[in-house]
């Protein structure tokens, strides 16, 4: 039997005042999903994470231009000089 889902209201959420940086206006057509550390609980501080949005922006790159590179290794190396890895100390390129 199918559980219903919980009725989460998001929070009453103002972004803090920033000197430099860039607003997104999205339009979403698929469920997003973010929040805190806390199952099914709404962050108030962080709504959600930066690190989930910059996932599914690399899950998308990869599904977008994956085909276009020869090898697994080609694709890795295009994809840490755009977004970064952890094992290089290079600071990815959108910053």
Known sequence: MRRPSP???P??????AQE??????LRLITPLF???YEAREV???CIIRPATVRGNLRFWWRALYGGQYASAK?????EAELWGAAA????????
């Open 88 to 95: 290089l100390e290079k600071k990815p390129r959108y910053r």
């Open 43 to 45: 962050d108030p501080v």
């Open 34 to 36: 973010g929040g805190g």
């Open 74 to 78: 080609d694709l890795f190396q295009a």
């Open 20 to 25: 430099d940086g860039f607003t997104l206006h």
């Open 11 to 16: 929070p009453d959420w103002q972004p803090p």
């Open 7 to 9: 009725d989460i209201s």
